[in-house]
């Protein structure tokens, strides 16, 4: 699990008056709206002692803890504690909380993770700019899977499971191949062509495949014969190291009387078989992390899954890995919340240390030393 990345934490239009939490890294986080209904996310735990805020309430945007009435607002400050201290509108500089960008992008809450400034911060790709067009019908499905985030990225930029794994695709060709192809540090496209009965490639009909490593976002663009084009995104976001939110979002044209009873179909088929047959598979496949390339035996139809490892991997190197086992041997006694854009201007003036990070990856973290 990497820092400084977008991620995809809920469905924008889901979230009430009661704050949401949300673990994403790890960490336990708290989605709310303020008094003019802006979404913010900060660390979900108070600095006083310690309690859960998303277990609070939430009146005119502000956040109330549950334990002691402490309340904050959307940047993160206290700007209230209302008993046990005789300057109860001004508390100390270090009552705050990290607090994170957020982005409704595609009728999600997309949640910036790391201390990157405005200048530095990537923008979240428009991987899907028919979204906003009015011409296609679309919806949104949000399962949670104990399948590492990275082999759920494998699965979708794999062109060759679809036939043998998805009891729907088993009339479309076996075999594909690589007509289009395109790569950079943080993207991979690549047009899957399939074969017809006789054998024959047809550059015509296939699966479009992309992904980028900002927003942990793959699209499948799927045409075949007879049957209406699909744009599929899937967004997966590391609840930890085993277990991923996936939010994926299904589009089809509006074509026709039929249109919106197909969609609604294809929605259904996906949440209530599609999904699961993935699942079956991936549930057993060792090891539960992404492996090694030297432990695989990688083909042709590969390189599109193999790249989207890559980029990631070198990604999370650049911007800051998660120590996961020393943040576990530690977490039992210590608090460790992700670094916010806060802390490049203040990284002291915080009660909870931020999580350790991999040695030689990103900026390290400061709780490891703080133990």
Known sequence: MFI???????????????????????????????????IRCLSDLCCHRGASLSAGDCRGGTLICPQHGWEFNGEGRCTLIPAGTKTPTQPPKRARLPAY??????????VFLGDLGDDERPAIPDI??????????????????????LRMTENYNDPCHV?????????????????????TDTYVK??????????????ETGLLMEYTVIGCMSRNTNQQPNYPPQIVLACVTPIDDFNTQIHMILMQPKAGEESAEQHRMLMEM?????MD????????????????????????????????????????????IIDSRALDEIRATHIGVIPCPGHRGDPKGWV????????GTGRRGDLKAAV
Not at 270 to 274: A, C
Not at 294 to 310: I, Y
Request: hydrophobic share 35%; glycine share 6%; aromatic share 10%.
């Open 352 to 359: 909870h240390k931020t999580v350790p990070l991999q040695q």
């Open 190 to 203: 690549a047009f899957h062509a399939s074969w017809d009965a006789q054998g024959r490639w047809n550059s």
């Open 128 to 149: 899907i700019p028919e979204y906003d067009t009015g011409d296609w019908h679309h919806g949104v499905i949000a399962r949670q899977k104990d399948i590492n985030y």
């Open 101 to 110: 960008p957020v982005e409704v992008k595609y009728g999600l809450v997309f």
């Open 277 to 320: 047959e993935d699942y079956a598979v991936l549930r057993t496949t060792r090891p539960r992390l992404a492996a090694s390339p030297a432990e695989e035996l990688l083909v042709e139809s590969d390189v599109t899954l193999a790249q989207c490892r890559k980029i990631t991997q070198d990604y999370a190197a650049k911007m800051g």
């Open 270 to 274: 996906t949440e209530h078989q599609v």
């Open 4 to 38: 400084n990345n977008w991620y995809a934490a809920c469905i924008a239009d889901r979230l009430g008056d009661k704050p949401l939490q949300v673990r994403m890294l790890g960490c336990d986080f708290v989605i709310f709206r303020d008094s003019e209904g802006t």
């Open 163 to 183: 036939h043998y794994i998805h009891e729907f695709a088993k009339w479309l060709p076996k075999g594909v191949t690589i007509e289009d192809h395109e790569l």
